[in-house]
């Protein structure tokens, strides 16, 4: 290895160790490009390629997350709940695991199972759940795949009560699925939003000036229900739901009606969790689950000789971040 090659072996949070530290039987090979690392590293310096990591230097690695997109499959730390973890304990993690230390208080003191990171290599999460039990904490490894990220929950048109079970009624299919009173297990309440900003350009020959800009936001409020053996869940949104459930009780104002919804549920079955610290965790989220992101760029239309003017949209939401937080508190 140049001298060059050597230099760029310094890491972004700081100096790491030289590879000239380690001898040649410890470097890691690439498996994408072929070149050798050091053995103390999760990731190929020049192509970002997952390296295989060796038992001796797992407990040496720092360890940082970084923000996925929403689209990303990952592996989320969970921080269980109802620990007694001591404030050295929680600033020895919060040094080695590269963590804001009042968002890891916050995320303690919580007493629900939260994200501390979403991690996109297994073999990473590994590392980070060791580390973790060497300390004393509970965590757990829970993978996107097991929350089913990819999959959203059919939305309901309405609940029919009958007695000792529900009719459940499909929005797109009017298609009717019958569930015992018994088997409702979870319900897990929160809200969606989504912005849309939107900016019109116009270009004049090699200049780009806005002209306009507008915000539009939106919100809804939103109830997934899961029963036993149930992963999936069902979603009701306030939007398109027939309240008529409520008989005489049906308010004119969707909150109210999703309030004694939530009443009426737990009323039937009283076996089942009702949790709604999602409006309350959802600071606590962001930095770990991302909101869903997209961008669309309209086509350009010619205002006058050498003028286009073009519009650009960004819409966020957090639909998936929702999903992933409703899921992994119906299985925990």
């Not at 499959?73 to 080695?96: H, M, R, Y």
């Not at 916050?106 to 996109?120: C, E, I, M, T």
């Not at 939401?317 to 508190?329: A, E, G, H, Y």
Request: net charge neutral; with cysteine.
């Amino acid at each position: 290895m140049n001298e060059k090659e050597q230099q760029i072996l310094i890491h972004e949070d700081g100096p790491i160790d030289s590879i000239s530290s380690f001898s040649a039987d410890e470097m890691s090979k690439c498996p994408a490009c072929g070149r050798a690392n050091g053995p103390n590293r999760l990731k190929c310096i020049y192509c970002g390629g997952q390296l295989e990591i060796s038992s001796t230097h797992a407990g040496h690695m720092r360890l940082k997350a970084s923000l996925l997109e929403s689209w990303q499959k990952g592996w989320n730390i969970i921080l269980l709940p109802e620990q007694c973890i001591d404030a050295s304990t929680v600033a020895k993690i919060a040094q080695e695991f590269s963590l804001d230390t009042p968002y890891f208080q916050k995320v303690v003191a919580s007493s629900r199972p939260l994200p501390l990171a979403s991690l996109d290599s297994e073999s990473e999460a590994a590392i980070w759940g060791k580390r973790f039990e060497s300390l004393g904490v509970a965590a757990k490894i829970v993978g996107d795949e097991e929350l089913l990220v990819e999959k959203l929950p059919p939305r309901l048109r309405g609940i029919r009560f009958l007695g000792s079970e529900f009719e459940l009624i499909d929005f797109n299919t009017q298609a009717l699925t019958c569930v015992s009173y018994e088997n409702l297990r979870t319900i897990v309440t929160g809200i969606f939003f989504e912005d849309r900003s939107e900016t019109l350009v116009n270009r004049r020959r090699s200049k780009s000036e806005a002209t306009e800009e507008s915000v539009n936001y939106r919100d809804e409020p939103v109830i997934d229900i899961y029963f036993d053996n149930d992963q999936l869940g069902y979603r009701m949104l306030s939007s398109g739901f027939d309240f008529s459930c409520l008989g005489n009780k049906k308010s004119r104002l969707a909150a109210e009606n999703f309030q004694m919804l939530i009443q009426q549920l737990s009323l039937v079955s009283s076996r089942a969790r009702v949790l709604t610290s999602y409006r309350e965790s959802r600071s606590l989220l962001s930095g770990v689950w991302a909101y869903d992101l997209r961008q669309n760029i309209g086509e350009r239309q010619r205002r006058r000789l050498f003028t286009a003017e073009s519009k650009k949209s960004i819409t966020r939401s957090n639909v998936s971040q929702f999903t992933r937080f409703s899921r992994l508190q119906n299985l925990l």
